[in-house]
């Protein structure tokens, strides 16, 4: 995976983006004013035979308003979908034009669209763009001739002046990292339940640090109640802990053996007998010396999966008071691993105050978990404050939500189909946030490879290509790959011009890091960043419905720095200490 951008560019200034280039004067009538334009193409995502790209027009000369780029493909790249234009193609030369809603385009404005395409043996970028017939220089030439005067008694600057005016006076934003709260312990989302495992490519796309890559930093894996099928998954859990950076490992058992059940079966719950309590014990014993055995450490087994959830799938009835009972008397089988209770489907408290308040079931459990499905309506998407008086993470293992998939229609596949950014924003990284918020420590995702995750899985259907990244797995990444595992949430401030952003800082690896969400419809222009002490480098993505954590401009001045938050947009901000 990668994401480029045109190599014949023009610095538009100290610390700006570079552009395409290649350009001559708009001709127009003597006293016109100046003419130019300049184009941002970037490769946002590419796999074997196939990419996306962005396009990013800014005109440099007057008001425009419909609009024709035109460029060529030098290697036979073919578009085969575009959103936010008319695009056509007539052999390497490609045409895309305004669509109702973009055509007017300002002095110093931008407009955007998007596309995905394929290609065979290379993908190089194009060389030059030209707007309306104009070739894009990123700068103007003037239509009239210079003046004759004498030249000035001073020297002209030497710098260009910066796009954005340097951090001064009150910030909107300011970090406060004495006062802490939370350690995260990462970002995640799991593998196939039932199915195959991820591939070595897949997996190193959803827990890599690299371009086009998600930065998840744990991974969910089910613990079959079958030992022969626990060889699965242990390439991709071997991948993710070799390639990935911190990667924990949970496990999560769904049902018991089935003869050990009430029900005599694996499926619609059912309990466990109590005369297999040590059996069960031993069974997830077994599969973390297994997995051990095999160069994969479980950092986290899961007693059970929704034990108050009875589906005709896999699945196990248990009380809260039987949970603390199992982990009480038979907890310290499980070596070489912490234990987790419930993973309860709406994080019901019921299934974890029993251990808790009991000191011996306490002390054989890591971690709390739970699932979002029906917590925020239960008013569970906040503190858990018995797991805080004992020093017990709390995890957010599972939530699956795709109210947007339009009945079978591709629009997955579409990375600036706005259902599918809208949901993304609001409903997704919305409760990352808030569960930030709660002092949990952990977020995992159901499935990461599926046509409404982070990578598509290919399904025709939903228009995904299998393992390239999608609009989701760009917006989880914002927090995913830019808070680590072992980084401290810590206190911020914030003005009333930044009230409409919601926001988190962190601290970890000299580096603090806001993530930062503007659900609104406008952007917050020259939001100035107060860090707690001066700052050696400030490097600031964006997701939106037209980017996937794109590099945008930032300035540093000692320990501010000035960023514009784009609209309907979640990005990250990182200082480096």
């Known amino acids: 995976m990668r994401k480029r951008r045109v190599t014949n560019a023009a610095l538009v200034s100290a610390g700006a983006v570079l552009l395409a280039s290649t350009a001559v004067a708009l001709a127009a009538p003597a006293g016109a004013a100046a003419a130019g334009c300049a184009v941002n193409y970037a490769v946002s995502s590419q796999w074997e035979g196939g990419f996306g790209a962005n396009v990013t027009i800014t005109n440099l000369g007057d008001a425009v308003n419909g609009w024709t780029l035109t460029w060529s493909y030098s290697a036979g790249q073919t578009v085969t979908q575009a959103w936010n234009t008319t695009l056509t193609q007539s052999g390497a030369a490609v045409t895309a034009k305004n669509v109702s809603y973009n055509g007017a385009i300002p ?37 009239t001739p210079p003046p004759t005067s004498p030249p000035p008694t ?53 827990v890599g640090l690299g371009p086009n890559q998600l930065g998840l930093s744990i991974v969910r894996t089910g613990l079959s109640p079958v030992s022969s099928e626990w060889s699965t998954h242990v390439n991709s859990l ?25 029900n005599n079966s694996r499926t619609n719950g059912g309990k466990l007998k109590t005369d297999y309590y040590d059996d069960y014990a031993n069974h997830l014993n077994s599969y973390v010396q297994y997995m051990r055995g095999q ?69 054989n459990i890591g971690y709390i978990g739970g699932h979002l499905y029906g917590t925020e309506a239960a008013g569970r998407l906040a503190p858990y404050p018995l797991a805080a ?3 017990k993470p709390v995890w957010m293992t599972e939530w699956n939500y795709h109210e947007a998939d339009g009945s079978g229609s591709n629009i997955w596949g579409n990375p600036a ?27 995992i995702w159901w499935y990461g490879k599926r046509y409404y995750s982070f990578i598509g899985d290919g399904e025709a259907a939903y228009g995904t290509t299998a393992g390239a990244p999608l609009k989701r797995g760009y917006a989880f990444s914002q ?59 400030a490097e600031y993505y964006l997701t939106s419905q037209n980017a996937n954590a794109a590099s945008q401009p930032t300035s540093v001045n000692g320990g501010q720095a000035t960023i514009t938050v784009g609209a309907r947009s979640i990005s990250t901000l990182v200082f480096t200490l």
């Open 417 to 443: 189909n706005l259902a599918v950014w809208n949901e993304t924003l609001d409903d997704i990284m919305r409760t990352v946030h808030k569960s930030m918020e709660a002092n949990w420590s952990a977020y």
């Open 154 to 206: 001073t020297p002209p600057p030497t710098t260009p002046p910066p796009t954005t005016p340097p951090p001064t006076g009150p910030a909107d934003i300011t970090v406060n990292s004495a006062t802490r709260y939370q350690t995260i312990d990462g970002f995640g989302a799991a593998q196939s339940i039932w199915g195959s495992a991820w591939s070595t490519t897949d997996t190193q796309t959803l």
């Open 107 to 143: 002095t110093n404005g931008t407009t955007s669209f998007g596309f995905n395409g394929s290609w065979t043996g290379s993908n190089p970028d194009p060389s030059s763009f030209a707007l309306n017939g104009v070739t894009c220089t990123g700068g103007t030439t003037p239509t």
């Open 295 to 363: 160069g994969v450490t479980i950092d986290v087994t899961s007693v059970q999966n929704e034990p108050d959830w009875h589906p005709d799938y896999d699945s196990m009835d248990w009380s809260g008071t039987e949970l603390r009972t199992f982990v009480r008397d038979q907890g310290t089988k499980v070596q070489n691993s912490k234990l987790m209770v419930a993973e309860a489907v709406n994080m019901n408290y019921s299934y974890t105050d029993p251990t808790l308040n009991d000191a011996t079931a306490r002390n």
């Open 389 to 391: 008086q004992y020093n």
């Open 479 to 537: 927090y995913a790959k830019y808070v680590r595992p072992g980084y401290q949430r810590v206190a911020l401030t914030k003005s009333s011009k930044a009230s409409p952003l919601e926001v988190t800082a962190y601290q970890g690896d000299g580096k603090i890091t806001l993530v930062i969400l503007n659900r609104s419809n406008s952007a917050v222009n020259n939001a100035v960043i107060q860090a707690p002490q001066n700052v050696s480098k």
């Open 238 to 262: 071997k991948t993710a802990k070799s390639y990935g950076s911190g990667v924990k490992i949970l496990a999560s058992p769904w049902t018991a053996p089935a003869a050990w059940k009430t």
